[in-house]
């Protein structure tokens, strides 16, 4: 106690100086937002040691950036018929390659190429198929035509023979493919450049490839972070408001937060860390977190002002009294998200650290600045403090205090059963690792994702390196042999795209050398083979540009097919079937053969994140038991205080699985944040609890309801503040924001419900078992003497 009062003198008779202090650190902290970026790259959540890591990063240390294809394409018969539309498509590709500092090629109608023999060098070479522009319609015919049916080197890269679907490849150069660069030459030059195409020439040129969805997907993403924040102050502002009728407490609760937003976005910059999947959920959270800070300092202080009317003592009571509870509830909450901070995976690390700051951060802000603030302001009006006697309230409170009083058995029952069936549900829950489930649905470079996965199997590449063990061991007509065996097994499975490999080029080097006859499209026989790769030996250098299939000793070689958005599930399985394919046919004395690519390594990162995130669950359970049985020195208490909060838990959980929504980086975070936010309300109602068991020498049932009445209302305020406020998160076009949103806001209010009723339910049986067993105690000494 001496400790709180200090401290409440420190900050009361040194107000100007706090205030100053706040002012001075948010300056500094303001002049860090230029160091806050964006992260242009997918979210890798899996640790660098990780196994899956160390292959994809040998595979690109091999080949390079994988995920720096953007494709565009176009599904109109007139395109064909219309020589201007044609032309118009041609040229569209020549001037998207004219961007050399940003495009490393393009592939397109525009500047086909066809391997041709060259008899007198006895070499291959790469000829134009057009020397001029402009076709008129009996050309564009004939090109067509050409095209189509005898370069099937080209079938599901240029075209879909099918649907007659004209498909246009661009590359973007692999240094910036990952940065702002890219980004701002999609936003500011490449998306004008389709949309004027479209307009021209009636048009729909779909776009899709992994540059460009990071790209839209990032400025949605910024769009609706900045619409979040400012509609969760607003939401959770005029709420607020509706509670305490006081403009002057809800300007002073919404500076609070203001600043605990600035000062989370000042440590991202201040710290390097980059805005990604998790830490874009900082800002809304501090929110979050100051709202109950601000409403349980509040409350306490109109509660003091009502009693006795004298503003110093109400505001020293406010820092010695709730100061506390407020301290032990961030703290519980901060150490919640610490825990994500000994997991191995970078991404987890920056959230935990950025969180547990910021948690603390806004509680210094708010036991600061909302003492001082009013310390300057005249007393609440009567009409202020009106709210402390609405008849609603305390009507609230009574019917809680009834249940508890007659209804306790039923409470028991209803609580047994709900947890019954959310475990039912709860086993219903699957996990989901797909690398766009969560992105906006009514965009359209979402229904453009749909039509590639419809038209040439998907945009999520799905890379298989060959390791022969041996320099030039790719080109042992056994390997290639074993690649065409394997390609033929993905050709089979439904989700995969037809495969990319060196047996394209080696097909088509068959082709060229019987004078491009589409016949002979396949690989060589042993005799065929000497005589085709004396060819090739004397062409040099690559002939294709699709020729980064090997690399320069020829003992490693990729095999590149994309995936449809298909899931974790089903993703494991194709990986499962895939595995036994490679390990029947080939050789592990031989070959060593690894799948990855960026689809498969985010949903290992999902399985890694969500098995980190209950670990840290658990932890933080761990620690706030620990914590609360520090407080009470009896364990029967850590299991009482507990026990509402882990209800709601499996309640969402339950609800989560017989809704259909899958377990995800998004949705995981439901119950670490729902957890730290519902034990703010049990802390708080233990705090006072214990006050008043002192205060009463031991008597539990007037404590328990003294607490009830005393911290109910705040309890109440709180809940119902956070849940419109998280409710608000409904509204986004994102799956994970709205799933988010919605199951945060039910979880508390689950958690409300249980620490008003669950809770003191527990400390009445409690206290009753303890009292029965104190009196058998009692005569059994009797007897005994």
Excluded at 300 to 320: D, F, M, W
Excluded at 408 to 432: C, H, M, Q, T
Excluded at 678 to 699: C, P
């Amino acid at each position: 106690m001496k400790f709180w009062n200090t401290v409440a003198r420190t900050i009361l008779t040194h107000r100007v100086a706090t205030i100053i202090i706040i002012a001075v650190i948010t300056g500094l902290l303001a002049s860090q937002f230029k160091n806050v970026k964006f992260s242009y790259t997918e979210a890798n959540l899996l640790p660098e040691d990780n196994p899956a890591n160390i292959e994809y990063n040998k595979f690109l240390s091999i080949f390079g950036e994988e995920g720096n294809i953007v494709v565009l394409a176009v599904k109109d018969s007139t395109l064909f018929s219309n020589p201007k539309k044609f032309n118009n498509w041609l040229a569209l590709a020549d001037s998207i390659s004219n961007y050399k500092k940003i495009i490393e090629g393009v592939i397109s109608f525009s500047n086909i190429q066809e391997l041709q023999k060259n008899i007198e060098e006895q070499k291959f070479e790469l000829k134009s198929s057009f020397h001029k522009k402009n076709f008129n319609k009996h050309e564009i015919d004939s090109i067509k035509d050409h095209i189509f049916n005898n370069l099937p080197f080209y079938d599901n890269i240029l075209f879909n023979k099918e649907t007659g679907t004209v498909q246009t490849i661009v590359y973007i150069d692999k240094i910036i493919v990952n940065t702002k660069v890219r980004s701002d030459f999609v936003k500011n030059v490449f998306n004008p450049l389709i949309k004027k195409f479209d307009k021209e020439n009636n048009l729909q040129v779909r776009v899709s490839g992994m540059p460009y969805v990071r790209s839209m997907n990032a400025a949605s993403v910024k769009s609706e972070m900045g619409m979040f924040v400012i509609l969760g102050l607003g939401v959770t502002g005029f709420i607020f408001f509706l509670f305490f009728r006081s403009v002057r407490a809800t300007v002073i609760t919404l500076s609070v937060v203001i600043i605990g937003v600035l000062w989370s976005f000042g440590f991202m910059g201040l710290l390097g860390f980059k805005i990604s999947i998790l830490t874009a959920l900082i800002p809304p959270l501090i929110i979050v977190i100051g709202v109950p800070n601000a409403i349980f300092l509040i409350h306490k202080y109109q509660q003091e002002v009502h009693k006795h009317g004298n503003k110093a003592k109400s505001l020293q009571r406010v820092i010695t009294k709730v100061g506390n509870a407020t301290l032990m509830t961030n703290i519980t909450t901060a150490a919640g998200f610490a825990t994500f901070i000994f997991t191995k995976s970078t991404i987890l690390k920056e959230f935990g650290i950025i969180a547990s700051i910021n948690i603390m951060g806004i509680f210094v802000i708010s036991l600061c600045l909302i003492p001082v603030l009013y310390s300057f302001m005249p007393l609440p009006k009567p009409k202020h403090l009106k709210h402390l006697e609405k008849k609603w309230a305390d009507g609230i409170v009574n019917g809680m205090a009834k249940i508890i009083r007659n209804k306790k058995p039923y409470v028991y029952v209803v609580a047994f059963s709900l947890i019954v069936i959310a475990g039912i549900g709860a086993n219903r829950i699957k996990v989901s690792g797909s690398l766009i489930e969560d992105m906006s649905k009514k965009t359209q470079f979402f229904k453009d994702i749909v039509f590639f996965e419809n038209e040439f199997g998907g945009i999520l590449p799905l890379e298989i390196l060959v390791d022969t063990k041996k320099n030039k061991g790719v080109m042992n007509l056994s390997t290639l042999k074993r690649i065409d065996k394997l390609e033929s097994e993905i050709n089979k499975i439904p989700e995969l795209s037809k495969p990319i490999s060196i047996n394209n080029i080696v097909k088509y080097s068959k082709q060229a050398f019987y004078n491009g006859n589409p016949k002979f499209y396949s690989l060589p026989t042993s005799q065929e083979k000497n005589f085709i790769l004396a060819y090739a030996k004397n062409s040099g250098g690559n002939t294709s540009s699709l020729a980064n299939m090997v690399d320069k000793t020829g003992q490693h070689t990729r095999i590149t097919t994309f995936m449809k958005d298909i899931g974790t599930e089903r993703m494991e399985q194709i990986q499962e079937e895939l595995q036994v394919i490679i390990d029947k046919n080939f050789p592990k004395n031989q070959y060593d053969v690894t799948l990855t690519g960026k689809a498969l390594v985010f949903v290992k990162g999902t399985n890694y994140l969500i098995h980190n995130l209950i670990i840290s669950l658990g932890l933080a359970i761990l620690l706030i038991a620990l914590f609360i049985g520090g407080l009470f020195k009896n364990y029967k208490m850590i299991l009482i205080s507990l026990i509402p909060n882990i209800f709601p838990l499996i309640l969402t959980s339950g609800l989560m699985g017989y809704l259909g929504i899958p377990l995800k980086p998004s949705t995981i975070l439901v119950f670490s944040i729902a957890f730290g936010i519902s034990v703010d309300d049990t802390i708080h109602f233990l705090a006072k609890y214990r006050q008043e068991l002192m205060a009463s020498k031991g008597n539990v049932k007037t404590s328990v309801y003294k607490a009830l009445r005393e911290t109910g209302i705040s309890m109440f305020y709180t809940s119902i503040v956070l849940f419109f406020g998280f409710l608000v998160f409904v509204i986004s076009s994102f799956g994970g924001t709205k799933a988010l949103g919605g199951l945060v806001s039910i979880t508390l209010l689950f958690a409300m419900i249980s620490n008003l009723i669950l809770l003191p339910s527990l400390l009445i049986t409690f206290e009753k078992n303890m009292t029965k067993k104190k009196k058998k105690k009692s005569h059994h000494k009797k007897i005994h003497n």
